[in-house]
């Protein structure tokens, strides 16, 4: 990889942590990362979430072990290193705290597809623990939960998401924040329709485009940018 490429990557890597602070799908915390060759690009710990540039990016081993940056990976960098090691197909991975999801693990309610790119990232295993993925053993935990899915959620705590570029990554997230949002709105007035698995497989389908996948990501950018 070049200079440039992995400036690039660092480039979007801070774009989609501002992106997903902006939506509300993340806050003071979070973090997402890119598979760089044996290690990952992630997230500083301490770097605020809204203001973050390649500058708060980091070089980091699947041990934790700083390569480059000025500071620390998050306390959560076991949930990446864990994934990668398990899944060698997913190049980017984003985890958050996002409410509306978050509203459903608490309560005893699992993720229903209720619109349509809401199937992406169904079905939706849940790891049955509020517990940080700050050690080894937690992020075994949680890979195999995920198993070779594109998403999982965190038992009252929040949820992760990956694909094969940071993009994928991102766009995932937020189509599962917003049918988690649509489905606790749906539940307040009546039983949400649930998409059937016809219509499950017909969405998939046609929604799991890398086109797609870029204009998702080209709206959420054009909003932050304004």
Known sequence: MTDNEEKT?????????????H????????????????????????ATRSRLTADDICLVDLDGNL????????????????IYRARPDVGAICHAHPKWSTYLTMTGHDYLPVF????????????DTPDSINTPEMAERLAAVLGDGPAALMKSHGAVAVGGTITEAFVLLAY???NAERQFRALQIGTPY???PEQ???????????????RTWDHFR?????
């Open 23 to 46: 939506n509300g799908i993340i806050d003071f915390n979070g973090h997402a990362s890119i598979r760089h060759g044996d290690g990952m690009l992630i997230n500083v710990g301490s």
């Open 67 to 82: 390569l480059e940056g000025n500071g620390k990976p998050p306390l959560e960098f076991h949930l990446h290193a864990g």
């Open 9 to 21: 990557q660092k480039e979007q890597l801070a774009l989609c942590l501002r992106m997903l602070e």
């Open 116 to 127: 349509a790119q809401g199937t992406l990232v169904y079905p939706m295993p849940v790891l």
């Open 176 to 178: 599962l924040e917003e």
């Open 200 to 214: 499950i497989a017909a969405a998939q389908a046609k929604l799991r485009n890398p086109g797609l996948f870029q």
């Open 194 to 196: 649930c998409f059937t």
């Open 222 to 226: 054009a909003k932050l940018e304004g």
